[in-house]
Each structure stands twice: as structure tokens, then as C-alpha cells.
């Protein structure tokens, strides 16, 4: 897809802003999807703005709001596009959950940074709220969604099945 077809990206959190932006020749940071406003959770902003979030001081995220970039998400995208606050990684920390054609998807952010996540237990290095992140990746386990991980490893995506992780075919993703 052209990068100016793209009408919504969604940061699951404010550290994954690096992934809806680019640095420019003379080092500002831009939107990566020119036509695209990068949509997070209104808890995230607050907590940016009272300097309470991990990313307070990130340039890349001052930037990218004050060209009007970044927005409060305020509703669902579309009927199959919907997000969740589940906060447990940073204040306003988003599911996007994608139900298309009667298959269900969920990017999980940095909930989980490796499919191994799911299977670690709790991980106080990684969450502010290292139970409340357990807590969703338990429902995650028991949903029949493909999970999908922003950094992890080819093909990026897989399902929980029984008692492990199993990579999506391409075709499923």
C-alpha cells in the first residue's frame, strides 16, 4: 500500500510512536502516513502531560502533537476495527482488536514484546502493573484470536494453542 493511502494508524501506546513516524533530513520527526492521524488513548496524552508517563520527554512524540498529528482517540475506527484500554504496560496501553469475515485479530503492543511473553508469567522489568498485563495475556491465551506481536519475529503473528504458541501461516496473517 502507498504510505498516503493510509487513512488510520492507531499507536498502541505513545513508546510505539516510532513506528507511525520518521526522523527527516534535518532531524525533525514526521508522520510516516502523510495522510494518517496517529490515534492513542487520552490517557496516555494526560499522563504525558503531567509528566507521569515513562515517554514524558520523548521529542518524537512532542513533535508529532504539536503538528496535530497525534490525536485522542474517540470511538471505534470502523465496525471492524475496535480498541480496548487495558492500560498494565503504560497508563492508556491499547488493544486493537480486528473481526473480519468471522476471523478475529488483536495486536497486542507491547504487552507482549516476544510470543514468549505469553508464556513467562509476570514480568515486573517490562509493566508498570506486571499483574494487570498477566491478567490479559491469560484472556488472551483463552481467546481464539491470531495475536499479533509489532516486533515479533516472522510471521509476526501465530495463536495460543493448549499449552503454547503457534506461528500463523502466511496465509493467516
Request: aromatic content about 8%; hydrophobic content about 45%; overall charge negative.
Amino acid at each position: 500500500f502507498p504510505r498516503e493511502s493510509i487513512t488510520h494508524a492507531i499507536a498502541t501506546h505513545a513508546e510505539g510512536v516510532g513506528m507511525w513516524a520518521w526522523r527527516t533530513d534535518d532531524g525533525a520527526w514526521v508522520p510516516f502516513f502523510p495522510n494518517a492521524e496517529i490515534l492513542v488513548d487520552q490517557r496516555e496524552l494526560d499522563a504525558i502531560d503531567d509528566g507521569s508517563h515513562p515517554s514524558a520527554g520523548d521529542p518524537r512524540f512532542a513533535q508529532l502533537r504539536e503538528q496535530g498529528a497525534a490525536q485522542a482517540i474517540t470511538a471505534d475506527v470502523t465496525d471492524e476495527v475496535t480498541v480496548e484500554v487495558v492500560g498494565a504496560h503504560s497508563p492508556g496501553h491499547l488493544l486493537v482488536w480486528i473481526n473480519s469475515e468471522g476471523q478475529t485479530a488483536v495486536m497486542v503492543g507491547h504487552l507482549a514484546l516476544s510470543p514468549l511473553h505469553f508464556a513467562t508469567g509476570e514480568c515486573p522489568q517490562q509493566h508498570p502493573d506486571p499483574p494487570a498485563a498477566e491478567a490479559v495475556l491469560e484472556r488472551l491465551r483463552s481467546s481464539d484470536a491470531l495475536l499479533i506481536g509489532p516486533l515479533w519475529p516472522t510471521p509476526g503473528a501465530g495463536y495460543w494453542v493448549g499449552a503454547g504458541f503457534t506461528p500463523a501461516t502466511p496465509a493467516a496473517v
